[in-house]
Nanobody, 122 residues
């Protein structure tokens, strides 16, 4: 089992930036992919970005492409989601998650962090 702890959320004005971190512990993470998802009130959990831990392949949702960047520091076992040009519609609880394959399917992720709130004011 992998344990994940997010940090870095907060309140920011539209156009601002935040960087979320996700620290992984437990099993060796090299065979995993780390994904970021978000969930706004009354809406389903939505895929944001994913990175293959070994190799660094990435995939980002169209809704955030060009604004959000996913990365990882293997030495620190920590993943990041850099969010720039934030919009009010980016407001949500953001979760990191781990899966044993490179995928965007929420059901394939079996370890989840506790979530961190991101609020973008207009």
């Amino acid at each position: 089992q992998v344990q994940l702890v997010e940090s870095g959320g907060g309140l920011v004005q539209a156009g601002g930036s935040l960087r979320l971190s996700c620290a992984a512990s437990g099993r060796t993470f090299s065979s995993y992919a780390m994904g970021w998802f978000r969930q706004a009130p009354g809406k389903e959990r939505e895929f944001v970005a994913v990175i293959r831990w070994s190799g660094g392949d990435t995939y980002v949702a169209d809704s955030v492409k060009g604004r959000f960047t996913i990365s990882r520091d293997s030495a620190k076992n920590t993943g990041y989601l850099q969010m720039n040009s934030l919009k009010p519609e980016d407001t949500a609880v953001y979760y990191c998650a781990a899966a044993l394959r490179f995928t965007v399917i929420v059901g394939a992720f079996d370890s989840w962090g506790q979530g961190t709130q991101v609020t973008v004011s207009s």
